[in-house]
């Protein structure tokens, strides 16, 4: 009985509520569902088969960009969000482009694969105040407490 000790009250509504994840199950969710749809147009796959996979990678993606936005703006012009929003533009476009839809969605995953290894300064950019703005407690913010520290 030890093992199931995880699913007492308090700590399944504190595993529904938290944020983290929401978010690891989202990303996954969208990894996949991008796999699926990219593999897809790869391999020709009908059209029908991929729209399930096509809404499923908008859907997590606008769920992704909620979470990681919070109740503020400012990563919506932060380098991450812009990203984002980029990829979002680019996945929405599949069903106009399709001719183009190949190479429409390596795009989206070499933005997304060089998105998320740039480094912080880069993704925590806001092209409105022209400076770094580092944000709770994201992938990289210790380095640019790394780097503050350096300059001063």
């Not at 009250?9 to 969710?29: E, P």
Request: with cysteine; charged share 15%.
């Amino acid at each position: 009985m030890a093992p199931l000790r995880w699913l007492a009250a308090g700590d399944c509504l504190r595993l529904l509520t938290s944020g983290r994840a929401w978010n690891i199950a989202l990303r996954t969710a969208h990894i996949a569902a991008m796999g699926i749809l990219l593999g897809g147009h790869a391999f020709d796959v009908p059209r029908e088969r991929l729209l399930l996979s096509l809404w499923l990678t908008i859907g997590t993606g606008v769920g992704l960009g909620v979470l990681e936005a919070g109740p503020g703006l400012l990563w919506f012009h932060q380098g991450r969000g812009l990203m984002t929003i980029v990829k979002l533009a680019l996945v929405g476009a599949v069903p106009v482009f399709w001719e183009y839809r190949l190479p429409i969605l390596l795009v989206v995953v070499a933005i997304a694969s060089v998105g998320s290894h740039l480094p912080a300064r880069f993704r925590y950019y806001s092209v409105i105040y022209r400076e770094v703005i580092p944000c709770g407690s994201g992938p990289g913010v210790w380095q640019l407490d790394e780097e503050r520290k350096d300059e001063g």
